[in-house]
């Protein structure tokens, strides 16, 4: 980053708030590990300044950009070219601007997908609960349809939410979908993998989990939290308790960002850089040090 020069490419990150992401990092470290001219820098929109935001960021011929909360659904409207992705998940996480175009990407389930292979987790012909019902677990449901579960059963405070959700899915794939409350999906044994997409049991909220009941993890193979602070939530503690496998969050945070930084550079990170970064991005993340 101290060799910013004439020919340096800017990267951003738009979002409200920005100032804990770990993204710099990350894309900062990818590019000192490439020895790629790019640097990436927190851009914080504040309400009402989005359409403006992006247009002077074509205008700036900044390369491209992530799109963080509140905006990545908010954004839609100001892209041109929508991948098909992004449009089923319906949500834009990064953006690649290219004469004046911008393309919209969703590298989130990407991100999720490369996390739970590496893990050893898959999908294929599989029982599949998501815990939530919002924007994480619409991509965590695509993901899992295109990987072509056997079932995905969506269990969520507001049942209509998960409704809407079952629908959306339906609308683009043929996959069994069951809706359920919390109070029933405590007596399920027959589920492979639940992943939990809700913030409950995120820092500083540690000590609550959306789920505790023994007979349901009894039953479960693998346990994925999409939190990644704190390392073990409560729900990954309860499972890896009755022996479960369980993976967080981290992965999938450092895969989607890993997708994005390939696409605005048109590149293939190789499996050796990508471990590496991996360990250093964990230990930065971990060692209390930041
Ligand atoms: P994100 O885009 O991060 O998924 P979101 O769209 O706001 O965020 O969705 C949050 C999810 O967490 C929802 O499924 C929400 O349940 P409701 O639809 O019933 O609101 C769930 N959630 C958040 N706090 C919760 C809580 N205290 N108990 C149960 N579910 C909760």
Redesign the pocket.
Same mark, same amino acid.
């Given at each position: 980053m101290n060799n910013i020069n004439g020919k340096t490419k800017t990267i951003g990150l738009i979002g409200n708030p920005v100032e804990h992401t770990l993204s710099p990092f990350i894309h900062n470290m990818l590019a000192e590990k490439m020895k790629l001219n790019t640097v990436y820098v927190p851009f914080h929109v504040k309400n009402g300044n989005l359409k403006e935001a992006i247009s002077g960021a074509s205008a700036l011929g900044i390369l491209g950009t992530n799109v963080t909360?509140p905006y990545k659904v908010d954004v839609m409207p100001y892209i041109d070219e929508l991948q098909e992705r992004a449009k089923i998940i319906d949500a834009v996480n990064t953006i690649k601007f290219i004469n004046g175009r911008r393309y919209g990407y969703n590298t989130d389930a990407d991100g999720l997908l490369t996390s739970c292979k590496r893990a050893g987790i898959s999908l294929m012909n599989k029982t599949i609960c998501i815990l939530?019902?919002?924007?994480?677990?619409r991509s965590v449901a695509v993901m899992c349809a295109e990987e072509k579960a056997k079932k995905i059963i969506i269990v969520?405070? &507001?049942v209509e939410?998960a409704q809407e959700l079952k629908l959306a899915i339906l609308n683009y794939f043929n996959i069994e979908i069951q809706v359920l409350g919390y109070d029933a999906i405590k007596s399920q044994s027959e589920v492979d993998v639940c992943f939990q &997409?809700?913030?409950?049991g995120m820092y500083p909220n540690s000590d609550v989990t959306?789920i505790d009941d023994e007979n349901f993890f009894k039953g479960l193979r693998w346990a994925v939290d999409i939190i990644y602070n704190p390392s073990e939530t409560k729900f990954l503690s309860l499972a890896k308790a009755s022996g479960v496998s369980i993976l967080n969050g981290l992965g999938m945070l450092y895969f989607q960002a890993v997708k994005a930084y390939e696409i605005w550079n048109d590149i293939e990170i190789p499996d050796a850089i990508l471990e590496e970064c991996l360990n250093q991005f964990t230990d930065y993340v971990y060692s209390k040090k930041r």
């Open positions: 909360v939530g019902a919002g924007g994480a677990a969520n405070r &507001t939410k &997409t809700t913030s409950i959306p």
